[in-house]
């Protein structure tokens, strides 16, 4: 693509215009400068609120796949790719899921995720092998993520993952992009023009992490990892995190921190089965049986208790 299409094209993306709010803010007191960051923050929220139903849309797709076996894949290039990353690290400690569940892949490599490999972005035919080398099928959901929504590298990922017949999903920042048109469901929460221009680690960013904190942890919820509001997938592997299940054991069940610490040892360091042990009075192996057959949702496994 020649040079004065693409600036052509940046000058149609939100994500690229100049934030008339900020064009005096070098010249502003450090407390004048934070207000109007801070201003434009406040903004991020209720874009992702507009994005509501497509985010609903894209939790259901995913969760669907993911409960018959397949995966999640988030794929970006810099900012995008890094912000990818984090939620994906985060689901096997507060989801206790296997970590090959929801895989992050971004542009130029693991490398990139701590030094910058921008040029890296701009290779559709890489993102096209990433995603074919981590053997994407029709199972498994891909998650393409860029505020400009014309990465390259995303895009050729997303249209390997559609002809895979993967549902596709796209997360940026502006209406109508590329990527949009090629996703089966497109997610855009419209922030607006950055403080400093093109920085869209900013606003963009938020609204981002936004988004793919609100699929990961809804999944998850779909998926029986959580019960009532407590993180009951956890595997206590540090003190820290064993003091913390047996917390958990007793805001569920009312059970002391001693009675707590005794069943969680009962259960083999398993949160959800010592809830169920103590909630339907029932010894590990019948409580195992009954998460088994509930498909690991402890509401489902007390409701079956009651039968």
Same mark, same amino acid.
């Given at each position: 693509?020649?040079?004065?299409?693409?600036?052509?094209q940046?000058?149609?993306?939100?994500?690229?215009?100049r934030?008339?709010r900020?064009?005096?803010i070098?010249c502003?007191p450090?407390?004048?400068?934070?207000?109007?960051?801070?201003?434009?923050?406040k903004k991020?929220?209720?874009a992702?609120e507009?994005e509501?139903?497509s985010?609903?849309?894209?939790?259901d797709?995913?969760?669907?796949?993911l409960a018959k076996?397949g995966?999640l894949?988030?794929?970006?290039?810099?900012?995008?790719?890094?912000?990818?990353?984090?939620?994906?690290?985060?689901?096997?400690?507060?989801f206790?899921?296997?970590?090959s569940?929801?895989?992050?892949i971004?542009?130029g490599?693991e $490398?990139?995720?701590s030094?910058?490999?921008e040029?890296?972005?701009?290779?559709?035919?890489?993102?096209?092998?990433?995603i074919?080398? !981590?053997?994407? =099928?029709?199972?498994?959901?891909?998650?393409?993520?860029?505020?400009?929504?014309?990465?390259p590298?995303?895009?050729?990922?997303?249209?390997a993952?559609?002809?895979?017949?993967a549902?596709?999903?796209?997360?940026?920042?502006?209406r109508?992009?590329?990527?949009?048109k090629i996703?089966?469901?497109a997610?855009a929460?419209?922030v607006?023009?950055?403080?400093?221009l093109?920085s869209?680690?900013?606003?963009?960013g938020t609204?981002q992490?936004?988004?793919?904190n609100?699929?990961?942890?809804?999944v998850?919820?779909?998926?029986?990892?959580v019960?009532s =509001?407590l993180m009951v997938?956890?595997?206590?592997s540090n003190a820290?995190?064993?003091?913390r299940? !047996?917390?958990?054991?007793m805001?569920?069940?009312?059970?002391?921190?001693?009675?707590?610490a005794r069943i969680?040892? *009962?259960?083999?360091?398993?949160?959800? !089965?010592a809830?169920?042990?103590l $909630?339907a009075?029932?010894?590990?192996?019948?409580?195992?049986?009954l998460l *088994?057959?509930?498909?690991?949702?402890?509401?489902e496994?007390?409701?079956?208790?009651?039968?």
């Amino acid at each position: 693509m020649m040079r004065h299409d693409i600036t052509e094209q940046l000058k149609r993306l939100a994500t690229e215009e100049r934030n008339e709010r900020t064009v005096e803010i070098d010249c502003l007191p450090t407390i004048e400068v934070l207000r109007l960051i801070n201003d434009e923050d406040k903004k991020v929220a209720f874009a992702v609120e507009a994005e509501l139903p497509s985010i609903a849309r894209a939790v259901d797709g995913i969760a669907d796949r993911l409960a018959k076996g397949g995966r999640l894949f988030y794929v970006g290039a810099g900012t995008s790719g890094r912000l990818g990353f984090v939620d994906a690290s985060e689901c096997p400690p507060t989801f206790g899921v296997d970590p090959s569940l929801v895989q992050a892949i971004i542009a130029g490599g693991e $490398k990139a995720i701590s030094h910058s490999s921008e040029g890296a972005e701009d290779d559709a035919g890489q993102g096209e092998r990433d995603i074919i080398g !981590r053997g994407v =099928n029709a199972h498994d959901a891909v998650v393409g993520i860029a505020a400009s929504g014309r990465t390259p590298y995303v895009i050729g990922a997303l249209e390997a993952a559609r002809r895979l017949g993967a549902l596709t999903i796209s997360l940026t920042c502006n209406r109508e992009s590329e990527m949009a048109k090629i996703a089966d469901i497109a997610i855009a929460p419209v922030v607006g023009p950055e403080v400093i221009l093109g920085s869209t680690r900013m606003k963009a960013g938020t609204a981002q992490k936004m988004v793919l904190n609100m699929i990961s942890t809804t999944v998850m919820i779909k998926l029986g990892k959580v019960y009532s =509001n407590l993180m009951v997938d956890m595997r206590p592997s540090n003190a820290k995190l064993v003091d913390r299940a !047996r917390r958990l054991i007793m805001i569920a069940t009312g059970a002391s921190y001693a009675e707590s610490a005794r069943i969680l040892e *009962d259960a083999g360091l398993n949160v959800k !089965r010592a809830i169920v042990m103590l $909630k339907a009075g029932v010894n590990a192996e019948e409580a195992g049986k009954l998460l *088994d057959a509930a498909g690991g949702n402890v509401r489902e496994a007390l409701i079956m208790r009651r039968r």
